[in-house]
Protein backbone atom coordinates (compact mmCIF):
# COMPACT_ATOMS: atom_id res chain seq x y z
CA UNK A 1 0.00 0.00 0.00
CA UNK A 2 1.08 3.48 -0.89
CA UNK A 3 1.86 6.00 1.56
CA UNK A 4 1.46 9.37 0.81
CA UNK A 5 2.50 12.58 2.32
CA UNK A 6 2.94 16.36 1.59
CA UNK A 7 3.77 19.62 2.88
CA UNK A 8 3.86 22.99 2.00
CA UNK A 9 6.94 25.09 2.13
CA UNK A 10 7.15 29.33 0.85
CA UNK A 11 10.81 29.26 -0.25
CA UNK A 12 12.32 32.56 -0.95
CA UNK A 13 13.72 34.10 -4.04
CA UNK A 14 17.34 35.70 -3.86
CA UNK A 15 15.93 38.51 -5.65
CA UNK A 16 12.51 39.99 -5.97
CA UNK A 17 11.25 38.17 -8.84
CA UNK A 18 9.09 40.10 -10.75
CA UNK A 19 7.06 39.30 -14.55
CA UNK A 20 4.37 41.02 -16.34
CA UNK A 21 2.42 39.08 -13.97
CA UNK A 22 3.16 40.88 -10.69
CA UNK A 23 6.20 40.59 -8.30
CA UNK A 24 7.43 38.23 -5.32
CA UNK A 25 9.76 37.39 -3.06
CA UNK A 26 8.84 34.08 -2.64
CA UNK A 27 7.59 30.68 -4.22
CA UNK A 28 4.70 28.78 -2.42
CA UNK A 29 5.66 25.38 -3.21
CA UNK A 30 3.54 21.91 -2.40
CA UNK A 31 5.82 18.56 -2.05
CA UNK A 32 4.45 15.39 -2.17
CA UNK A 33 5.79 11.95 -1.59
CA UNK A 34 5.12 8.67 -2.09
CA UNK A 35 6.08 5.49 -0.44
CA UNK A 36 6.58 1.88 -0.57
CA UNK A 37 8.54 -0.41 1.61
CA UNK A 38 11.78 1.37 2.28
CA UNK A 39 11.70 3.28 -0.81
CA UNK A 40 9.89 7.42 -1.39
CA UNK A 41 9.26 9.32 -4.60
CA UNK A 42 9.27 12.90 -4.25
CA UNK A 43 7.16 15.67 -7.00
CA UNK A 44 6.69 19.18 -6.47
CA UNK A 45 4.09 21.60 -7.46
CA UNK A 46 4.88 25.46 -7.20
CA UNK A 47 1.41 28.04 -6.51
CA UNK A 48 1.40 30.27 -9.41
CA UNK A 49 -1.42 32.84 -8.51
CA UNK A 50 -2.62 34.06 -11.98
CA UNK A 51 -3.46 30.27 -12.52
CA UNK A 52 -5.15 30.17 -9.13
CA UNK A 53 -3.52 27.75 -7.82
CA UNK A 54 -2.70 27.73 -4.26
CA UNK A 55 -0.54 25.17 -1.68
CA UNK A 56 -3.86 25.60 0.53
CA UNK A 57 -6.13 24.19 -2.23
CA UNK A 58 -4.18 21.22 -3.50
CA UNK A 59 -3.94 20.88 0.56
CA UNK A 60 -7.75 20.30 0.43
CA UNK A 61 -7.88 18.06 -2.65
CA UNK A 62 -4.87 15.82 -0.96
CA UNK A 63 -7.03 15.44 2.27
CA UNK A 64 -9.75 14.50 0.36
CA UNK A 65 -8.58 11.95 -2.05
CA UNK A 66 -5.83 10.46 0.92
CA UNK A 67 -7.36 7.48 1.36
CA UNK A 68 -8.05 6.97 -2.24
CA UNK A 69 -4.81 7.27 -3.69
CA UNK A 70 -2.64 5.50 -1.10
CA UNK A 71 -4.98 2.21 -2.19
CA UNK A 72 -3.78 2.43 -5.15
CA UNK A 73 -1.63 -0.26 -6.36
CA UNK A 74 1.27 0.88 -8.59
CA UNK A 75 1.57 -1.23 -11.62
CA UNK A 76 2.06 1.47 -14.34
CA UNK A 77 3.22 4.83 -14.23
CA UNK A 78 1.08 5.79 -16.97
CA UNK A 79 -2.19 3.63 -15.41
CA UNK A 80 -1.46 5.53 -12.36
CA UNK A 81 -1.74 9.36 -14.28
CA UNK A 82 -4.92 8.18 -16.07
CA UNK A 83 -6.35 7.11 -12.46
CA UNK A 84 -5.34 10.97 -11.37
CA UNK A 85 -6.47 12.08 -14.10
CA UNK A 86 -10.29 10.79 -13.53
CA UNK A 87 -9.83 11.17 -9.69
CA UNK A 88 -8.84 14.83 -9.78
CA UNK A 89 -10.29 16.18 -12.84
CA UNK A 90 -8.52 19.89 -13.52
CA UNK A 91 -5.75 19.83 -10.93
CA UNK A 92 -3.16 19.99 -13.30
CA UNK A 93 -0.68 21.09 -10.53
CA UNK A 94 -1.49 18.58 -8.06
CA UNK A 95 -1.71 15.46 -10.65
CA UNK A 96 2.11 16.93 -11.88
CA UNK A 97 3.44 16.75 -8.55
CA UNK A 98 1.66 12.80 -8.04
CA UNK A 99 2.98 12.06 -11.68
CA UNK A 100 6.57 12.88 -10.60
CA UNK A 101 6.40 11.05 -7.67
CA UNK A 102 5.05 8.22 -9.03
CA UNK A 103 7.67 7.87 -11.91
CA UNK A 104 10.51 8.57 -8.86
CA UNK A 105 8.79 5.80 -6.93
CA UNK A 106 9.01 3.19 -9.81
CA UNK A 107 12.07 3.91 -11.33
CA UNK A 108 13.69 3.47 -7.69
CA UNK A 109 11.67 0.16 -7.73
CA UNK A 110 13.48 -0.75 -10.88
CA UNK A 111 16.59 0.67 -9.45
CA UNK A 112 17.70 2.75 -12.72
CA UNK A 113 17.44 6.42 -13.65
CA UNK A 114 13.98 8.14 -14.28
CA UNK A 115 15.75 8.68 -18.39
CA UNK A 116 16.54 5.64 -18.95
CA UNK A 117 13.08 4.09 -17.35
CA UNK A 118 11.69 6.41 -20.20
CA UNK A 119 14.13 5.07 -23.27
CA UNK A 120 15.84 8.38 -23.43
CA UNK A 121 19.43 7.72 -24.50
CA UNK A 122 21.63 10.21 -23.42
CA UNK A 123 23.81 12.59 -25.04
CA UNK A 124 23.51 16.17 -26.40
CA UNK A 125 21.93 18.58 -23.96
CA UNK A 126 20.62 21.97 -24.41
CA UNK A 127 22.03 24.51 -22.07
CA UNK A 128 19.33 26.26 -19.25
CA UNK A 129 19.06 30.08 -18.85
CA UNK A 130 19.38 32.70 -15.59
CA UNK A 131 16.48 34.28 -15.94
CA UNK A 132 16.30 38.16 -15.14
CA UNK A 133 13.16 39.01 -13.85
CA UNK A 134 12.01 42.75 -14.34
CA UNK A 135 14.31 45.23 -12.59
CA UNK A 136 15.91 48.67 -13.30
CA UNK A 137 18.82 48.84 -15.68
CA UNK A 138 21.22 48.99 -12.48
CA UNK A 139 19.95 46.32 -10.62
CA UNK A 140 19.70 43.91 -13.92
CA UNK A 141 23.44 45.10 -14.45
CA UNK A 142 24.26 44.44 -11.16
CA UNK A 143 22.69 40.41 -11.14
CA UNK A 144 24.49 39.54 -14.39
CA UNK A 145 27.65 40.57 -12.87
CA UNK A 146 26.77 38.29 -9.76
CA UNK A 147 25.78 35.35 -11.70
CA UNK A 148 28.01 35.48 -15.14
CA UNK A 149 26.41 32.86 -17.32
CA UNK A 150 26.02 32.03 -21.03
CA UNK A 151 22.14 32.51 -21.39
CA UNK A 152 20.19 35.16 -19.93
CA UNK A 153 15.99 35.01 -20.09
CA UNK A 154 14.98 38.00 -19.80
CA UNK A 155 11.26 38.88 -18.08
CA UNK A 156 9.91 42.16 -20.38
CA UNK A 157 6.68 43.86 -20.79
CA UNK A 158 7.27 46.98 -19.63
CA UNK A 159 7.41 50.37 -21.71
CA UNK A 160 11.72 50.27 -21.57
CA UNK A 161 11.98 46.88 -22.60
CA UNK A 162 14.44 47.96 -25.70
CA UNK A 163 16.81 50.31 -23.22
CA UNK A 164 16.93 47.81 -20.43
CA UNK A 165 18.00 44.50 -23.11
CA UNK A 166 20.81 47.43 -24.83
CA UNK A 167 22.32 48.52 -21.39
CA UNK A 168 22.76 44.35 -21.08
CA UNK A 169 23.92 43.92 -24.05
CA UNK A 170 26.56 46.45 -23.45
CA UNK A 171 27.70 44.55 -20.50
CA UNK A 172 27.79 40.74 -21.80
CA UNK A 173 28.13 38.36 -24.95
CA UNK A 174 25.62 35.71 -23.57
CA UNK A 175 23.23 34.27 -25.27
CA UNK A 176 19.49 36.53 -24.60
CA UNK A 177 16.15 34.80 -24.49
CA UNK A 178 13.27 37.15 -23.86
CA UNK A 179 9.81 36.13 -22.32
CA UNK A 180 7.23 39.26 -22.27
CA UNK A 181 4.68 36.63 -20.51
CA UNK A 182 1.57 38.36 -22.65
CA UNK A 183 2.85 41.71 -22.19
CA UNK A 184 2.97 43.40 -25.35
CA UNK A 185 0.48 44.46 -27.95
CA UNK A 186 0.94 43.62 -31.40
CA UNK A 187 2.23 46.82 -32.21
CA UNK A 188 4.70 46.76 -30.04
CA UNK A 189 5.79 43.06 -30.62
CA UNK A 190 6.04 44.45 -34.31
CA UNK A 191 8.18 47.22 -33.17
CA UNK A 192 10.53 45.34 -30.59
CA UNK A 193 11.64 42.28 -32.83
CA UNK A 194 13.78 43.77 -35.34
CA UNK A 195 15.44 45.34 -32.54
CA UNK A 196 15.63 42.47 -30.62
CA UNK A 197 17.24 40.54 -33.36
CA UNK A 198 19.72 43.58 -33.38
CA UNK A 199 20.69 42.52 -30.06
CA UNK A 200 21.23 38.76 -30.54
CA UNK A 201 17.76 37.47 -28.91
CA UNK A 202 17.10 34.18 -29.86
CA UNK A 203 13.85 34.10 -29.19
CA UNK A 204 10.90 35.20 -27.98
CA UNK A 205 8.25 33.41 -25.78
CA UNK A 206 4.27 34.75 -25.94
CA UNK A 207 4.99 37.87 -26.76
CA UNK A 208 0.70 38.79 -26.93
CA UNK A 209 -1.85 37.66 -24.78
CA UNK A 210 -2.88 33.42 -25.09
CA UNK A 211 -6.47 34.54 -26.94
CA UNK A 212 -4.99 36.70 -29.55
CA UNK A 213 -4.99 34.23 -32.09
CA UNK A 214 -5.41 36.34 -35.60
CA UNK A 215 -2.84 38.69 -34.29
CA UNK A 216 -0.16 35.90 -33.68
CA UNK A 217 -0.73 34.17 -36.92
CA UNK A 218 -0.28 37.31 -38.43
CA UNK A 219 2.95 37.91 -36.01
CA UNK A 220 4.30 34.96 -37.03
CA UNK A 221 4.31 35.70 -40.25
CA UNK A 222 6.31 38.74 -40.28
CA UNK A 223 8.66 37.84 -37.48
CA UNK A 224 12.35 37.90 -37.73
CA UNK A 225 12.43 35.90 -34.54
CA UNK A 226 11.17 32.40 -33.31
CA UNK A 227 8.28 32.99 -31.44
CA UNK A 228 7.60 30.36 -28.79
CA UNK A 229 3.87 29.51 -26.85
CA UNK A 230 3.88 29.14 -23.41
CA UNK A 231 0.59 30.53 -22.14
CA UNK A 232 -0.74 29.68 -25.22
CA UNK A 233 0.35 25.61 -24.54
CA UNK A 234 -0.86 24.94 -21.16
CA UNK A 235 -1.75 21.53 -21.86
CA UNK A 236 -1.59 18.82 -24.17
CA UNK A 237 -4.87 19.65 -26.34
CA UNK A 238 -3.53 23.23 -26.96
CA UNK A 239 -0.03 21.71 -28.92
CA UNK A 240 -1.88 21.71 -32.36
CA UNK A 241 -3.41 24.92 -32.33
CA UNK A 242 -0.22 26.73 -31.51
CA UNK A 243 1.33 25.36 -34.64
CA UNK A 244 -0.39 28.30 -36.85
CA UNK A 245 0.77 31.13 -34.34
CA UNK A 246 4.05 29.98 -33.35
CA UNK A 247 7.27 27.98 -34.01
CA UNK A 248 7.90 25.90 -30.93
CA UNK A 249 6.11 25.00 -27.17
CA UNK A 250 7.67 25.30 -23.58
CA UNK A 251 6.32 22.96 -21.75
CA UNK A 252 5.43 23.33 -17.84
CA UNK A 253 5.32 20.09 -16.32
CA UNK A 254 3.02 21.76 -13.25
CA UNK A 255 0.75 23.61 -16.54
CA UNK A 256 0.30 20.00 -18.07
CA UNK A 257 -0.09 17.77 -15.57
CA UNK A 258 3.19 15.95 -15.48
CA UNK A 259 6.12 14.02 -17.14
CA UNK A 260 3.40 11.44 -18.31
CA UNK A 261 1.70 14.02 -20.93
CA UNK A 262 5.03 16.04 -21.12
CA UNK A 263 6.32 13.37 -23.26
CA UNK A 264 2.57 13.05 -25.79
CA UNK A 265 3.06 16.90 -25.86
CA UNK A 266 6.64 16.61 -27.42
CA UNK A 267 6.28 13.52 -29.72
CA UNK A 268 3.28 15.45 -30.80
CA UNK A 269 5.41 19.03 -31.42
CA UNK A 270 7.93 16.92 -33.17
CA UNK A 271 5.47 15.80 -35.64
CA UNK A 272 3.84 19.04 -36.02
CA UNK A 273 7.39 20.35 -36.71
CA UNK A 274 7.23 22.98 -33.16
CA UNK A 275 10.70 23.33 -31.42
CA UNK A 276 10.56 22.31 -28.42
CA UNK A 277 11.34 23.90 -25.00
CA UNK A 278 10.63 22.96 -20.95
CA UNK A 279 10.66 25.80 -18.78
CA UNK A 280 10.53 26.35 -15.26
CA UNK A 281 8.17 27.40 -12.44
CA UNK A 282 10.29 28.01 -10.23
CA UNK A 283 10.62 24.92 -8.70
CA UNK A 284 13.16 23.29 -6.32
CA UNK A 285 15.65 21.02 -7.21
CA UNK A 286 12.45 18.34 -6.92
CA UNK A 287 10.96 19.81 -9.92
CA UNK A 288 13.48 21.11 -11.63
CA UNK A 289 15.44 17.19 -11.59
CA UNK A 290 11.90 16.24 -13.57
CA UNK A 291 12.96 18.56 -15.98
CA UNK A 292 16.47 17.74 -16.15
CA UNK A 293 15.54 13.98 -16.57
CA UNK A 294 14.02 14.87 -20.37
CA UNK A 295 17.13 16.77 -21.34
CA UNK A 296 18.29 14.93 -24.38
CA UNK A 297 14.16 15.33 -25.54
CA UNK A 298 14.46 18.98 -25.70
CA UNK A 299 16.19 21.93 -27.67
CA UNK A 300 15.77 24.43 -25.24
CA UNK A 301 15.64 24.65 -21.33
CA UNK A 302 14.93 26.97 -18.80
CA UNK A 303 15.15 24.73 -15.43
CA UNK A 304 16.97 27.57 -13.34
CA UNK A 305 14.71 27.33 -10.25
CA UNK A 306 17.67 26.23 -7.12
CA UNK A 307 19.39 28.94 -9.07
CA UNK A 308 17.04 31.71 -8.44
CA UNK A 309 16.10 30.60 -4.62
CA UNK A 310 17.86 31.18 -1.46
CA UNK A 311 16.77 28.10 -0.17
CA UNK A 312 16.64 24.46 -1.72
CA UNK A 313 15.02 21.40 -0.89
CA UNK A 314 16.86 18.28 -2.15
CA UNK A 315 19.77 17.37 -3.63
CA UNK A 316 21.16 15.86 -6.79
CA UNK A 317 21.81 18.06 -9.87
CA UNK A 318 24.48 20.68 -10.51
CA UNK A 319 24.69 23.02 -12.39
CA UNK A 320 28.01 24.78 -13.92
CA UNK A 321 27.88 27.36 -16.75
CA UNK A 322 24.75 26.32 -17.84
CA UNK A 323 25.14 22.40 -18.24
CA UNK A 324 22.68 20.33 -15.89
CA UNK A 325 24.24 17.14 -14.86
CA UNK A 326 22.21 14.13 -12.79
CA UNK A 327 23.62 12.15 -10.18
CA UNK A 328 23.26 9.18 -11.77
CA UNK A 329 21.04 7.40 -8.84
CA UNK A 330 18.37 5.74 -9.88
CA UNK A 331 14.64 7.45 -10.61
CA UNK A 332 15.05 11.39 -10.56
CA UNK A 333 18.68 11.14 -8.99
CA UNK A 334 17.55 13.07 -5.83
CA UNK A 335 17.76 13.51 -1.90
CA UNK A 336 15.45 15.13 -0.16
CA UNK A 337 16.79 17.46 2.41
CA UNK A 338 14.09 19.71 3.38
CA UNK A 339 15.09 23.62 3.65
CA UNK A 340 18.59 24.53 3.18
CA UNK A 341 20.28 27.44 2.22
CA UNK A 342 21.23 27.07 -1.55
CA UNK A 343 24.32 29.73 -2.95
Not at 260 to 265: H, L
Not at 297 to 318: I, M, N
Request: aromatic share 8%.
Amino acid sequence: MLQLSYRSYNLPFEYPFTTAHGTKTHQPTLVVSLGLANLRGFGEAPAISYYNVTVEDMIKVLDEKKGMIERYALTDPLRFWHFLHHLIPGQHFLIAALDIAGWDLWAQMRRTPLYKLLGIEWGSTPSTDYTLGMDNIDSLLAKVAAHPWPIYKIKCGGAEDLQKLEALRQHTTAHFRVDANEGWTFDQAKQLLPELKRLGVTFVEQPLPRDAHDEMRELKAISPLPLIADESCRTEDEVKKCADEFHGINIKLTKCGGITPAMRMIKEARNLGLSVMMGSMNESTIGSAAIANLLPLLDEVDADGPLLLKEDLAEGLKYEDGKITLSGHPGLGIRFTGPRETK
